[in-house]
């Protein structure tokens, strides 16, 4: 058996320890034990590490992200890079995650999602775990459908979505995700802004319940974009796992969200992004200073995820700075939380997202102290990261 050990401050996905010890079987990628010191036994030879000033907690999650690998932005330079040449520039996005301490991701909606997890899980590229929706789930002129293209033009150029419209193409959508290879459902329940700032609620009642029971039936989670009072109310009405965005939150809908468990994975640093800055209005607003406030008072279970695209806007590498966005209201500790140990119950991730002994053996060591200050956890500050065992020392 081959050992790395690393001493020094550790967080483990819910608790920190100032002084602790985390021991990793490197032959099989999975924590052997975690304790404080003189807790954990030092076998001979094992590999130790012990930085300076620095912490290791479990490899960071983030539970919303696409790879449109774009070289503009907007749904229009999305749509028209070929598939290829998309998911050729996503793998080095996915490179890039993972050098910048995330070992999970969630992605919803990207041409060739699936392919790209399946590359990862097969070690011919190099990346954090990917759970693909493959293609998103959308109702004939929803955002994702470019309104400069003729219609059949323009949803084979937007080929990371389905567009499917009644119930029943709302279940054979589901099925053809399930065929593709995808791992959750991800569904659009209201549109953007990407037109003339209007809101508006997508699909009906029935079509979204045709969703959730064919993903049930299929075992797969369901992620619902959502903005408004009435797209919330929908998609927790028909009981998703996750909202995503989730403007407009209220405290009605925010007590019925905690309630059945759902996950809220709000986005906030896609907001606060300059490059968005002539889209916002009151709900974006409203959204960086309320929502986060009526999720927590409610304890709603908050989930890091970005919406970190790929494209011009909105590059992969900085994914972290949604933690930082979120600790503004939740706290350091509750943000790690929602980046670690709950993102992988979010993800459906067995064995992840926490130290544990017996559990994967994905994890960040980085050079200061997150809980105290989240910037520890920014590219230039992690000192390693180790993936399924393995020790990675980030390019930059």
């Known amino acids: 058996m081959s050992d790395l050990m690393f001493k020094g401050r550790v967080f483990d996905g819910m608790d920190f320890h100032e002084s602790g010890v985390v021991r990793i079987d490197t ?27 620095a912490t290791i907690l479990p490899g960071l999650i983030d539970a919303h992200v696409h790879f449109y690998s774009a070289k503009g932005e907007g749904v229009t330079a999305w749509a028209s890079v070929p598939d290829t040449l998309a998911v050729l520039r996503g793998a080095g996005d ?50 994702d459908d470019p309104p400069a293209f003729p219609l059949e033009l323009a949803q084979q150029l937007a080929s990371y979505t389905y567009f499917c419209d009644g119930p029943w193409e709302c279940r ?23 037109r003339g700032g209007r809101i508006k609620p997508n699909f009906t009642k029935e079509e979204i319940g045709a969703i959730v029971d064919e993903a049930r039936r299929l075992d797969l989670k369901v992620a619902a974009h959502a903005y408004g009072e009435e797209a919330l109310t929908s998609v927790v009405d028909a ?3 996750s909202i995503e965005h989730g403007l407009g939150l209220t405290s009605k809908v925010a007590s019925a969200v905690a309630k059945k468990g759902i996950f809220y994975v709000p986005t906030l640093v896609t907001y606060s992004n300059p490059a968005y800055e002539n889209r916002y209005n009151e709900m974006v607003k409203r959204h960086l200073s309320e929502d986060m406030v009526i999720a927590k008072e409610h304890g709603v279970k908050v989930v890091m995820g970005s919406d970190i695209v790929g494209d011009s806007a909105r590059p992969h590498g900085r994914n972290y700075e949604e933690i930082a ?18 993102a992988a119950e979010c993800l459906g991730l067995e064995n992840s997202g ?43």
């Open 27 to 53: 032959d099989h990628g999975v924590i052997q034990s975690v304790g404080e010191r003189g807790e954990v036994e030092e076998p001979k030879g094992a590999k130790k590490f012990e930085p300076k000033n």
């Open 94 to 143: 996915m490179r890039r995650l993972l050098h910048s301490g995330f070992t999970a991701v969630r992605e919803l909606g990207t041409k060739g999602g699936v392919h790209l997890a399946q590359a990862v899980a097969e070690g011919s590229i190099e990346g954090p775990e990917v759970v693909s929706c493959g293609k998103a789930l959308a109702q004939t002129g929803e955002d």
């Open 172 to 194: 054979k959508a589901v099925r053809k995700v399930a065929r593709d290879g995808g791992k959750v459902v991800k569904f659009y329940a209201s549109g953007a802004f990407s």
């Open 239 to 241: 009981g998703v796992d």
């Open 325 to 342: 966005a979120e600790a503004k209201v939740l706290g350091n500790r509750e943000a790690l939380i929602a980046a670690t140990s709950r």
């Open 354 to 396: 926490l130290l544990k002994a017996g559990f994967r053996a994905d994890a960040v060591i980085v050079k200061g102290n997150p809980v105290e200050n989240v910037e520890a956890l920014a590219p230039e500050n992690i000192l390693y990261v180790i993936r399924s065992g393995k020790l990675i020392t980030p390019v930059r």
